[in-house]
């Protein structure tokens, strides 16, 4: 399941700074309790394969693709991969267990394994996200050393070290970001919300403390958003589970002024329910910028007297989010 550090987006764009002539490349996938009948694999310069499957349920094809970096989504998660010259690249997984089941076997596959590996330490790293900044420093120190020395310890292509080694820097900078983002959040619990005041898609504008007196959980996204858009499957089934319930399911958009039309021809296309906003200044909005976001997707959750419950509340894919409610709420 993909969390904070896990948006094969982020990283794809990140590592994918590999590009040479193209090379053919036979490409197999079975996968356990699939999302989508497609497979498609995203490179630069606009590299998409599409995948079918075929009638023994079995993902195949041979293709041209430059030696690199590449993103394979099921339409519901995404992940990285590594593709050389030659390679024969076979991925077995269970798309339940999205990155904890990826292994890849065949021919030039070690890279993509890494990454695969790569992901879960990365994940891993969140769950220090509680500790006080001095023990976090000691803990990411000691991750990047490990992902030092296990790139090392392998068997890889030179150019995907001297990418990884670019990636380790970048994703340690990353961490801290998100890490003080997480920890100014954390001192926020339980003191009163910032306010909005923002516009309603279905007409006027709607303020926070409209909806005093309820429990309010709020999803902070934009439509050019991938991970965001992963979410709203699983959001739309928790605001189904709950309807009735003391809570109202907010969603504020961060999309820039311009881009209005788009979020209200969004919100028609996929059914959005909740009550659906759009933020008056994108990421400088106000009350995004007292949360002190820097990410997305966001979820807050403040409780009926309008004070902050979780500054960064679980995700509608976290099974978690449904425990928490359901002791609310219930």
Do not use: H
Request: charged share 30%; glycine share 6%; net charge neutral.
């Amino acid at each position: 399941m993909k969390k904070l550090f896990v948006a094969g987006l982020v990283l794809f764009n990140a590592l994918n700074i590999v590009a040479q002539s193209k090379n053919s490349i036979k490409f197999t996938a079975k996968i356990a309790n699939r999302n989508s009948d497609t497979l498609v694999i995203k490179g630069r310069d606009n590299f998409r394969q599409v995948i079918p499957i075929d009638k023994n349920g079995v993902f195949a094809a041979t293709f041209d693709a430059p030696k690199g970096f590449y993103m394979f989504s099921d339409g519901t998660e995404s992940s990285n991969l590594y593709l050389k010259p030659d390679s024969e690249v076979n991925l077995t997984m269970n798309a339940k267990e999205f990155d904890e089941t990826i292994v890849f076997n065949g021919k030039g596959v070690n890279e993509s394994n890494f990454l695969a590996q790569q992901a879960l330490r990365n994940e891993k790293l969140e769950e220090a996200f509680s500790k006080e900044p001095a023990e976090f420093q000691v803990i990411l120190a000691a991750k990047n050393k490990a992902d030092v020395e296990s790139l090392e310890k392998g068997s890889f292509d030179p150019e995907f070290i001297v990418a990884m080694k670019s990636n380790f820097e970048r994703f340690n900078q990353f961490s801290n970001e998100r890490y003080e983002s997480a920890y100014k959040a954390s001192k926020l619990n339980g003191k009163p919300s910032p306010q909005f005041d923002y516009e309603n898609y279905k007409g006027g504008k709607t303020k926070l403390s409209d909806l005093k007196g309820k429990y309010v959980y709020i999803d902070l996204w934009a439509t050019w958003c991938a991970p965001c858009r992963a979410e709203i499957p699983y959001l739309q089934k928790i605001e189904e589970k709950y309807n009735g319930k003391n809570i109202e399911f907010v969603s504020i958009s961060i999309d820039k002024a311009k881009d209005n039309e788009k979020w209200k021809k969004f919100v028609i296309d996929k059914k959005l329910g909740g009550v659906q906003l759009f933020a008056d200044k994108d990421w400088e909005s106000e009350f995004v910028v007292n949360y002190g976001v820097t990410g997305i997707p966001r979820f807050i959750l403040i409780d009926p007297q309008g004070n902050i419950l979780k500054s960064d509340a679980s995700r509608p894919s976290d099974p978690e989010l449904d425990k928490q409610l359901s002791a609310l709420l219930n």
